[in-house]
């Protein structure tokens, strides 16, 4: 198999858990105009939930359902207990600017302080359901384990299922309507403040599922997922910062660019590339690699 | 327009300009040598470490207070300084004066170019990729040879800038030297920065802050302000990192990771977003919270202990925004005019 093509299957899991993370941010960008830089704790706690209750239970389809289901709840409560203060205290002036990028980050040092307190600062190794050897195709070896099959799996089913009910149901237009135009949809009937909580815990049980796919090869430790914020967020923006098909694109590509990059250059640079990208896509195609041009100011 | 004459130290007005600076750096250079004589050589480093923090707080007081730009990454342009320091004085051996000044320059031309991309983005687009770029910056460390990979630099303080001989033994004084060095540092860069903000850019800055199109139609060239803006803010967190690896006499890529942007930050916001001397208050916090959660924790298990200044100061955080968003210099503000309206209105 040629190094090409492995490469690139190396990248696929990779991406499909970016896109998670990407479209975790877009979720909280599209209802409340806010850069969670919080997920990152919050995907940590989740999955320190998750380690938790596979220690007690053993059963790893447990953990994964409450990781995720408390990640929603903690989104969720987030939202009801500082976004919505935030929001109602909104001033002006250079303080205003700054609050929800501050906020989340003091929240985000709380929740990673949290987690340390609770579990220690040292690396954990998080089970997985599947095995992480590669699997075989026709006798030759592939980079690509069963487990990340599940990744790619698992990754897709949620965007799938975010694609539901966004397209189909009363709840995804009225989070839709909320997004486009906070103002009207409220006037139409939509409970805004509603909505919103239900994006952020949406976004908090993406944020978990990310985080328990990620950690069977990073390890897990209370800061280990800073990296996942950052290239989630770069994929966000490659995608657009507004679409939630452009995030789970801009995060696969973003997998496919990394894993060249670790192949052909080496892990020192890794460090480097989500930088260039943000800054190659910010400042060629601020709309994203799929969005539509429009007057936004990036 | 306010009676001057009301105002308490009034008489203080009728000094020239000039003098009136001079004796502030006096009585302020005058408080940290006293404060210097009255410490324990431990605590004497955390001062010099305030003086670093002091800086680097500044630099984000500038850049966001005035220009209204935000940065995520400033820990990396404190690498800068503290790397171009190290290797003028570790290599070419250079007086340490002189490496202070490499260090801003080198700091404030990576400003400049990052301020280019910077001026072109706004809000969480800006906040996300300095983030990335303080993510990135340490990794360059281990990719270049000289800079000596995960280890970094360290080298002898006192044979590179310690006290002259002549005073004895230049080991026993050294921490008070550079505790002297560092605030001698402090003050020339309060003062530096206080001219800058009130001369004609501060209020460029702060035209551009208000209202963009605005400045645009008043003749500003916005995009210049804020690179300009970008590269004097980089400028002097170069400073701040010259002076931290002059404290430290070393430096590491692990010195100047994301935690040390947030740390940065963080003092801004709870000194106060706007605020030169809010800087110091910042500064101060910096340092001493650790001490205090090191008191409330002492008795605790290791992993609390360590764990404790962390999510302090993330409280505080969030506590600050929501409740105080001008910082401790807002508050005391507040609490001056409060005090002063009183007294007016108790004299009618």
Redesign the interface.
């Known amino acids: 198999m040629s190094t090409l093509l492995s490469t690139l299957i190396m990248g696929l899991s990779l991406g499909a858990i970016y896109s998670l993370m990407a479209v975790a941010l877009i979720l909280v ?1 599209r209802s409340t105009r ?2 969670n ?1 919080a997920q990152a704790g919050q995907a940590v706690l989740s999955t320190y939930i998750g380690l938790e209750i596979h220690r007690m239970t053993g059963s790893y389809w447990l953990a994964i359902l409450l990781s995720i289901i408390f990640g929603g709840v903690l989104g969720g409560l987030i939202d009801l207990a ?1 976004v919505r ?2 929001l109602r ?1 909104a ?1 002006s ?7 929800p ?3 989340t ?10 987690s ?6 040292e690396l954990i190794n998080f089970p997985s359901a599947f095995s992480t050897a590669g699997l075989s195709i026709g006798g030759s070896k592939i980079p690509f384990s069963a487990f990340d099959l599940f990744t790619v799996g698992a990754s897709l089913a949620v965007m799938l299922a975010f694609s539901f009910i966004f397209q189909r149901t009363g709840l995804g237009l009225s989070m839709r309507a909320a997004a486009f135009s906070p103002e009207v949809a409220q006037l139409a009937g939509v409970r805004t403040g509603r909505v919103r909580t239900i994006g952020w815990s949406f976004a908090g049980a993406a944020g978990g599922l990310a985080g328990v796919l990620i950690t069977p090869t990073t390890f897990l430790a ?1 800061n280990s997922l ?2 996942l914020l ?1 290239f989630g ?2 994929a966000a ?1 490659v995608g657009g ?1 507004e679409s939630m098909i452009g995030g789970a694109l801009g995060g696969l590509a973003l997998g496919f660019g990394l894993a060249l990059v670790l192949q052909y250059a080496g892990s ?2 890794t ?6 990208v ?2 190659a896509v ?2 060629l195609r ?1 709309q994203g690699l799929i969005g539509k041009r429009s007057g936004r ?2 | 327009m306010v009676d001057v004459s009301k105002r308490p130290l009034h008489f203080l007005s009728r000094i020239p300009r000039p003098v009136r600076v001079l004796i502030g750096i006096a009585i302020a250079a005058f408080a940290w040598v006293l404060m210097g004589d009255r410490v324990s050589e431990f605590r004497i480093t955390q001062g010099s470490m305030v003086a670093a923090y002091a800086l680097a707080i500044i630099s984000i007081v500038m850049l ?3 220009s ?1 730009q ?1 940065s ?1 990454g400033h820990g990396s342009f404190l690498a800068v300084g503290a790397y171009a320091c190290a290797l003028f004085l570790v290599n070419l051996h250079w007086p340490i004066w002189l490496t202070f000044f490499i260090s801003v320059i080198a700091a404030a031309i990576v400003g400049a170019i990052v301020g280019i ?1 910077a001026a ?6 800006l ?3 300095t ?3 303080a ?2 910056v ?3 460390s ?2 270049v040879n000289i800079l000596g990979g995960e280890q970094g630099i360290s080298w002898d303080a006192a044979e590179q800038y310690g006290p002259p001989s002549r005073y004895g033994d230049p080991y026993m004084f050294l921490n008070k030297w550079v505790y002297w060095i560092c605030g001698a540092a402090l003050i020339l860069g309060i003062a530096l920065a206080v001219n800058i903000t009130k001369s004609r850019y501060g209020r460029i800055w702060r035209a551009v ?1 208000a209202d963009e199109s605005a400045a645009a139609l008043a003749g500003i060239n916005v995009a210049r302000s804020k690179i300009l803006a970008f590269a004097v803010s980089a400028g002097f967190a170069g400073f701040a990192g010259a002076i931290l690896s002059v404290t430290l006499s070393s430096v590491a890529p692990s010195t100047f990771g ?1 935690s040390l942007s ?1 740390l940065i ?2 003092g801004a ?1 709870i000194g106060g ?2 605020s030169i001397y809010g800087a110091i208050v910042g500064a101060l916090a910096l340092v001493i919270l650790p001490m205090l959660s090191d008191m409330i924790a002492s008795n605790a298990s ?3 202990h ?3 200044p ?2 302090i ?6 506590l ?3 409740f105080n ?2 910082g401790t210099a807002a508050a005391f503000n507040h609490l001056a005019h409060g005090l002063r309206s009183k007294g007016r209105r108790s004299s009618h």
């Open positions: 960008w806010v850069v830089f500082l203060p935030l205290r001033g002036g250079p303080e205003a600017a700054v609050a990028v501050i906020a980050l003091g929240l985000l040092a709380v929740l990673q302080g949290v340390g307190m609770l579990w220690g600062g209370p800073d990296l950052v967020f770069t923006v910062l020192s640079y460090f480097m590339t989500a930088f260039v943000l800054l910010l400042l601020p100011r990036v | 966001t207070g005035y209204g935000v995520l991309a072109r983005l706004s809000g969480p687009y906040a996300g990729t983030l990335a770029f993510v990135g340490p990794s360059i281990g990719l802050r994301l947030f930050l963080t916001v977003i706007r290791e992993s609390i360590t764990n404790l962390g999510v100061t993330g409280v505080l955080l969030v600050t925004v929501l968003p001008g």
